[in-house]
C-alpha cells in the first residue's frame, strides 16, 4: 500500500533529508508540505494525503486540531530524534500516540523509521492484526513510555478527586454549597481548587467579593492547547484565596461557552488533579434534552452529547467527575424538581450521585420535613442518604454581603454546623480514594 504523505515538521533539523528520503517512489511519498497546524488541516480536507507527520514545533499544533484530523480519519505520527526528550514529551502530552525516532540521516534510515511508526499505527488501531511471537499482542511501546506509564501508576493513590456539584433549576443554593464545602475542606488540609463552570450563571467572584477581571477557566482552555500545560501552568490562571485554596472564575456570558471546548476542558480536568487533592466544580444546571440520542462511551461513565456548546461543558463536568453532589432545596416545589433531576442524572450516566438537601424548615414541611423529603425521593427510585442543611437566611446573607464564606462570616451558625458535618463526609470519601491530605 502507497502512503501519501503530508510532511509537517518545517523545524525538524532532518526536514530536507526526510523530504529526499521519501521523494524517491515506493511506499511512502510526500505530496505536500505543511508550514503550520492549519495548512496540515486544510491538506487533509482536501483527500490527497493519508497520513500525517508532524515535528513537535509545528505552529498551532494542539489537542484540538489533533481531534480535527481525527475526524477526518488523518492519522498522525510525530517525528522526534532519540536525543530530544522534550520534544517527545511535548507530542505524547498533546496526544501523538506514535513517534516516529530518527538517529541519523541515512536515507533507508529515515524510511524504515516513518515505515515502523505506520507498522505500530496500525497495531494500535488494530491489536490482533500484528500478533507477537508468543501469540500475544505485540507491545508497540517504547521504552521510555512504559517508564512514563509505570510512574504514572505508582502516582495513581495521589491523583486529586473531581467533585461536580450540581443541582435543578430553580436556586436551589448550589453554588453557597459548593463554595462552603470548598471552604470546609480546605480548612481540614486539602488542597482545593474550586472552579466556577456554570456557563449560565457564573456568579463564584460575586459570592466571594472577588474582582472578577478575567475567566480563568478560558484562559485555562487556551493554555490547555499548548503541549506545555501543566499543574504549574494551571495555578498561574487561578486565583489563590490561601495556601490551601485557588479559585478558577467563569465565563460571565453565555455566548463564550464556545471559549470552553471539550477537548482542553478534559486537558483541565486531568491537570487539575496534579494541582489539588480536590477540585470542586460548581457546573450548571441545564444537561440539554435528547438523553440517548447522541450517545458516546466514555469510559467508567456513559453519557450523551448534544450539540451546543453549553451543554458540552455540563456533559465533560460529569464525565470527568469522581463524584456528583446533586443539591435540591427543601419545599415542595425544589423536593419535586430534584426528584425528577435525579432520574435525569442517573439517563446521564450518574446513578448513585450525594444529595444534599438545602434550606430545610418546617414551616414548609411540618414537623418532619427529613422524613417527608426521604420518602418523596424514595418515590423517584432514590434510596441513598441525605445529608440536610437547615434554612439559615441571615446567615449566608451576611456571608454574601461581606463576600465571605459562611465560617468566616457565621462560625457558629447551624447552616455552617451541618455543612462542616458533610464535608467531613466527603473528605472521607476523597481518602477512601487515595487522596487525602
Not at 503550520?36 to 509545528?58: K, M, N
Not at 523509521?113 to 490482533?128: E, H, M, N, T, Y
Not at 443554593?173 to 481548587?193: F, I, M, Y
Not at 466544580?281 to 440520542?293: C, K, Q
Amino acid at each position: 500500500m502507497t502512503h501519501q504523505v503530508a510532511l509537517a515538521a518545517p523545524d525538524f533539523l532532518m526536514e530536507q533529508d526526510l523530504l529526499a528520503a521519501l521523494s524517491g517512489g515506493g511506499e511512502l511519498s510526500v505530496v505536500r508540505r505543511c508550514v503550520d497546524a492549519i495548512d496540515l488541516v486544510g491538506a487533509a480536507a482536501s483527500g490527497v494525503p493519508t497520513i500525517a507527520l508532524v515535528s513537535a514545533g509545528l505552529p498551532r499544533l494542539s489537542t484540538q486540531i489533533l481531534a480535527e484530523l481525527q475526524s477526518m480519519d488523518m492519522p498522525v505520527i510525530g517525528l522526534v530524534t532519540a536525543a530530544d526528550v522534550d520534544a517527545q514529551q511535548r507530542l505524547r502530552a498533546i496526544g501523538v500516540a506514535v513517534l516516529a525516532t530518527v538517529t541519523d540521516a541515512d536515507p533507508s534510515h529515515l524510511r524504515q523509521s516513518v515505515a515502523g511508526a505506520i507498522g505500530r499505527l496500525k497495531q494500535l488501531d488494530d491489536p490482533d492484526q500484528f500478533p507477537s511471537r508468543d501469540g500475544g499482542a505485540q507491545d508497540v511501546e517504547s521504552a521510555p513510555v512504559r517508564q512514563e506509564r509505570g510512574r504514572g501508576d505508582d502516582r495513581v493513590n495521589s491523583r486529586g478527586v473531581l467533585i461536580a456539584v450540581w443541582g435543578p433549576p430553580g436556586a436551589p443554593g448550589r453554588t453557597s454549597v459548593a463554595v462552603a464545602l470548598a471552604d470546609e475542606l480546605s480548612r481540614s488540609n486539602h488542597e482545593v481548587l474550586l472552579v466556577d463552570a456554570d456557563v449560565w450563571g457564573a456568579c463564584i467572584p460575586l459570592v466571594l467579593g472577588m474582582w472578577d477581571e478575567a475567566s480563568g477557566l478560558s484562559i485555562a482552555c487556551r493554555e490547555a492547547e499548548r503541549a506545555s500545560f501543566d499543574a504549574a501552568a494551571l495555578a498561574q490562571c487561578a486565583r489563590s484565596l490561601n495556601n490551601q485554596w485557588r479559585v478558577l472564575t467563569g465565563i460571565p456570558q453565555l455566548d463564550r461557552a464556545a471559549e470552553l471546548p471539550p477537548l482542553a476542558l478534559s486537558r483541565v480536568w486531568e491537570t487539575a488533579r496534579s494541582l489539588a487533592t480536590v477540585t470542586i466544580i460548581d457546573m450548571g444546571a441545564d444537561l440539554g434534552v435528547g438523553f440517548g440520542a447522541h450517545h458516546r462511551d466514555l469510559g467508567s461513565r456513559s453519557i450523551d452529547l448534544v450539540p451546543d456548546a453549553p451543554h458540552r461543558v455540563a456533559h465533560s463536568v460529569l464525565a470527568a467527575a469522581d463524584m456528583v453532589i446533586a443539591v435540591g432545596c427543601a419545599d415542595p416545589v425544589g423536593v419535586d424538581r430534584l426528584g425528577k433531576a435525579l432520574v435525569v442524572l442517573a439517563e446521564a450516566g450518574v446513578a448513585a450521585p450525594l444529595v444534599v438537601v438545602n434550606r430545610l424548615r418546617r414551616s414548609v414541611l411540618g414537623a418532619h420535613p427529613e422524613d417527608q423529603i426521604r420518602t418523596a425521593l424514595a418515590e423517584s427510585s432514590y434510596a441513598g442518604d441525605l445529608a440536610f442543611i437547615p434554612d439559615d437566611p441571615a446567615a449566608f446573607d451576611s456571608a454574601l454581603r461581606d463576600g465571605r464564606t459562611l465560617a468566616e462570616s457565621r462560625p457558629r451558625s447551624p447552616a455552617r454546623t451541618a455543612i462542616q458535618a458533610f464535608s467531613n463526609r466527603v473528605g472521607a470519601a476523597v481518602g477512601s480514594m487515595g487522596s487525602g491530605p
